[in-house]
């Protein structure tokens, strides 16, 4: 079984802080993907890494996946309340099954 | 281009009771798949279609089936069920390729509560 275990699981930062999420396992994935979840809502997608070692920015969110393609990171740069959510990586593996990660929520207040 | 989605959004049956919900997915997309949210286990896989054929399957009771259209968009029943089926019940599409990153798009999900 793949499992995909993030940290940290609750982030409470004020507003304009950095911050980074981390999301690590011990099985190779072939690519992986962050989504962003609001309460009552289905995950967004926000970025797909494929290749190891790539980084890949959008706006103020930077990720990383990691070279042997088991880790993957993102960072958050002078977060908004905006950022506010559930963040979850996810990876996809044998079978082209999305096996998901257990998920930060991060609180962002002024 | 719509959106995924899920009908109903909000559901409250009784244990033993069964549920059917439905997943209309992008134009275009046809693999649909289907996981279930709870606070304690957070995202699961339940099950992949596409072309109307189950193409994967997590690890759940057979309580939990499901079935694709012609026209992609899927359903997803539960029957006999327990208060821990209790979650969001999220349904993602895609278009379904096997080779390189096949993206899915999630719909809002059905919040089921079973009393």
């Known amino acids: 079984t793949q499992l995909l275990e993030q940290s940290p699981q609750f982030l409470s930062i004020q507003e304009g802080e950095n911050l980074t999420v981390y999301c690590n396992s011990s099985?190779?994935?072939?690519?992986l993907q962050w989504y962003r979840q609001e309460p009552g809502e289905g995950p967004v997608l926000l970025v797909t890494?494929?290749?190891?070692?790539e980084v890949k920015k959008l706006k103020r969110l930077t990720f990383q996946f990691g070279d042997a393609r088991k880790d993957s990171s993102l960072h958050i740069t002078a977060a908004q309340p905006g950022d506010t959510g559930l963040y979850l990586c996810?990876?996809?593996?044998?079978?082209?099954?999305?096996?998901f990660g257990t998920g930060t929520r991060l609180q962002v207040t002024l | 281009k719509a959106g995924v989605t899920q009908t109903p959004r909000y559901l409250i049956k009784t244990r033993g009771q069964q549920v059917t919900l439905s997943c209309s997915p992008i134009?275009?997309?046809?693999?649909v798949s289907w996981y279930q949210q709870t606070p304690g286990q957070g995202l699961q896989f339940l099950f992949e279609?596409?072309?109307?054929?189950?193409?994967n399957k997590g690890n759940f009771p057979g309580r939990f089936s499901g079935r694709q259209f012609s026209n992609s968009r899927s359903e997803m029943n539960v029957s006999t069920l327990e208060l821990g089926d209790s979650a969001l019940y999220l349904c993602?599409?895609?278009?379904?390729?096997?080779?390189?990153?096949?993206?899915?798009?999630f719909g809002p999900g059905t919040r089921l509560t079973v009393l």
């Open positions: 279609y596409f072309s109307e054929t189950q193409r």
């Open positions: 996810a990876g996809t593996g044998t079978a082209s099954k999305l096996t």
């Open positions: 099985s190779v994935f072939s690519s």
């Open positions: 134009s275009g997309h046809r693999s």
């Open positions: 890494v494929v290749t190891g070692g």
């Open positions: 993602a599409s895609s278009l379904g390729g096997t080779s390189g990153v096949d993206e899915q798009f």
